[in-house]
């Protein structure tokens, strides 16, 4: 019988040094992250997209192109295959009739974090990981933690006081050992890798700096395709943080080619970022291979204040080489948009999802996206963890009194 996994070895992203992928792993020796490699020719002798399409709705159908190597090892909420919603009626008033949005609202955690949880906690359970450590944003401590109580496995999280409040209650419900810092996630990274040192039985699986968190995340770019039915968009936008996400659907589309499943032009790739907190926009303007850090970093799009990721330069190589672009946005204007999606199509989603909604309208404004192209959003989590985005202004009726009428003009 075929492996589960075709997973082959390890890749500094750098200096494309090789690793053994069997033995627990952090970044390279040139401090890069290291990405996982298949055999190829094998998943494309033995499986057939028709194969795939026909297994059980979750990110698993693709595990050859995963580093899980035994399906005992699977750690699983029921994560993946997210609807590819189109978006006909706010499509429409945006001037691009053919855009749809990959929803993440709807997966274990409410955030596209489940994912690299699920593929990260799952690796790392199989390599003899007892206890995870991270810094956040709030969404990936929230999964982790919650990832590792399914696994039996101790989480350690630090996140910012900033950071959405429902992901404190996560860690806290699953268990994690949770502190919160008044500082960035940079901040929050400093002290976890100072405790990791000290402790036994932790790994630290910071952005990037562990292999397979990445390799969940590209699961995006395996569903859409697959959604599309084997078929690419022109464009994708995703709202960039540490950019894993972004990373990852470019790796995903590099592999699907690869495996023969899909041939042509990459879509467009959109780093999408606030201005507020804008690394990688700024140097993508400036033509250069990496960014510099974000200074007084603030946005209401949480998950995207990263003041300078360690994968810059991989977000920076996805927009090039697919001819995509890097665009900040006001969060005056990604407010809008969060609240026009959910009046025009009953979606609330999350505000880093909104991010590229209000880019789509500027990029579509610009002439940068023409009227005729399929354009694909990632919405990376639910608006429902965030109900502070939205200011809810209503009278309280007396038990005895009576709603008024409806104005005239209504
Ligand atoms: C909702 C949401 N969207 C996007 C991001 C950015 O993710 P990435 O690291 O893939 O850029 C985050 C990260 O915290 C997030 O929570």
């Given at each position: 019988m075929?492996?589960?996994?075709?997973?082959s070895?390890l890749?500094?992203?750098?200096t494309?040094?090789?690793?053994d992928?069997?033995?627990?792993?952090?970044?390279s020796?040139?401090?890069?992250p290291?990405?996982?490699?298949?055999?190829?020719?094998?998943?494309?002798?033995?499986v057939?997209?028709?194969?795939?399409?026909?297994?059980?709705?979750?990110?698993?159908?693709?595990?050859?192109?995963?580093?899980?190597?035994?399906?005992?090892?699977?750690?699983s909420?029921?994560?993946?295959m997210?609807?590819?919603?189109d978006?006909?009626?706010?499509?429409?008033a945006?001037?691009?009739?053919?855009?749809?949005?990959?929803?993440?609202?709807?997966?274990p955690s409410?955030?596209?974090?489940?994912?690299?949880?699920?593929?990260g906690?799952?690796r790392a359970?199989?390599?003899?990981?007892t206890?995870?450590?991270m810094?956040?944003?709030?969404?990936a401590g929230?999964a982790?933690?919650?990832?590792?109580?399914?696994?039996g496995?101790r989480?350690?999280?630090?996140?910012?006081?900033?950071?959405?409040?429902?992901?404190?209650?996560?860690?806290?419900?699953?268990g994690a050992?949770?502190y919160?810092?008044?500082?960035?996630i940079g901040d929050?990274?400093?002290?976890?890798?100072?405790?990791v040192?000290?402790?036994t039985?932790?790994?630290?699986?910071?952005?990037l700096?562990?292999?397979?968190?990445i390799e969940?995340?590209?699961t995006?770019?395996?569903?859409?395709?697959?959604?599309l039915?084997?078929?690419m968009?022109?464009?994708i936008?995703?709202?960039?943080?540490?950019?894993?996400?972004i990373?990852g659907?470019?790796k995903a589309?590099?592999?699907?080619?690869?495996l023969?499943?899909?041939?042509g032009?990459?879509?467009r790739?959109v780093?999408?970022?606030?201005?507020?907190?804008?690394?990688?926009v700024?140097?993508?303007e400036?033509?250069?291979?990496e960014?510099?850090?974000f200074?007084d970093a603030?946005?209401v799009?949480?998950?995207?204040?990263v003041?300078?990721?360690l994968?810059?330069?991989l977000?920076l190589?996805?927009?090039?080489?697919?001819?995509?672009t890097a665009?900040?946005?006001?969060d005056e204007?990604?407010?809008?948009?969060?609240?026009?999606?959910?009046?025009?199509?009953g979606?609330f989603i999350?505000p880093?999802?909104?991010?590229?909604?209000?880019?789509?309208?500027?990029?579509?404004?610009?002439?940068?996206?023409r009227?005729?192209?399929?354009?694909?959003?990632?919405?990376?989590?639910?608006?429902?963890?965030?109900p502070?985005?939205v200011p809810?202004?209503?009278?309280?009726?007396?038990v005895?009194?009576?709603i008024?009428d409806?104005?005239?003009?209504?």
């Amino acid at each position: 019988m075929p492996a589960y996994s075709a997973l082959s070895h390890l890749e500094c992203s750098r200096t494309g040094s090789r690793h053994d992928p069997d033995v627990i792993q952090g970044t390279s020796p040139a401090g890069a992250p290291l990405l996982a490699r298949y055999d190829v020719e094998r998943v494309r002798a033995t499986v057939t997209k028709e194969e795939i399409a026909a297994r059980p709705a979750s990110l698993w159908r693709y595990h050859e192109m995963l580093p899980v190597r035994s399906e005992r090892n699977v750690v699983s909420l029921g994560e993946g295959m997210t609807p590819l919603l189109d978006l006909p009626r706010y499509g429409a008033a945006l001037g691009v009739p053919a855009l749809r949005m990959k929803d993440e609202s709807l997966i274990p955690s409410g955030s596209f974090k489940a994912r690299g949880a699920a593929v990260g906690v799952s690796r790392a359970a199989e390599l003899g990981v007892t206890g995870i450590a991270m810094p956040t944003n709030g969404n990936a401590g929230a999964a982790w933690s919650l990832y590792a109580a399914r696994a039996g496995m101790r989480s350690l999280v630090a996140m910012p006081t900033d950071a959405p409040e429902i992901t404190r209650t996560e860690c806290v419900v699953s268990g994690a050992e949770l502190y919160l810092v008044d500082g960035l996630i940079g901040d929050a990274g400093r002290l976890v890798a100072a405790a990791v040192a000290e402790r036994t039985g932790y790994q630290e699986i910071s952005t990037l700096k562990e292999p397979y968190r990445i390799e969940g995340k590209k699961t995006m770019g395996y569903e859409i395709v697959e959604q599309l039915g084997w078929r690419m968009p022109d464009v994708i936008l995703y709202p960039t943080g540490g950019g894993v996400g972004i990373i990852g659907i470019h790796k995903a589309l590099l592999e699907l080619r690869e495996l023969g499943w899909i041939d042509g032009d990459l879509p467009r790739l959109v780093a999408v970022q606030a201005t507020g907190c804008a690394p990688i926009v700024e140097a993508y303007e400036r033509g250069a291979r990496e960014s510099e850090p974000f200074p007084d970093a603030r946005t209401v799009a949480f998950g995207i204040t990263v003041p300078k990721a360690l994968g810059d330069f991989l977000v920076l190589d996805a927009v090039r080489e697919t001819g995509g672009t890097a665009i900040a946005v006001t969060d005056e204007d990604l407010l809008a948009a969060q609240a026009a999606l959910a009046r025009v199509e009953g979606a609330f989603i999350c505000p880093e999802g909104a991010a590229c909604f209000a880019a789509v309208e500027q990029l579509r404004a610009s002439g940068w996206l023409r009227g005729d192209e399929e354009v694909v959003v990632l919405n990376t989590g639910a608006g429902l963890k965030y109900p502070e985005t939205v200011p809810v202004d209503v009278p309280t009726l007396p038990v005895d009194g009576r709603i008024p009428d409806l104005p005239e003009s209504a």
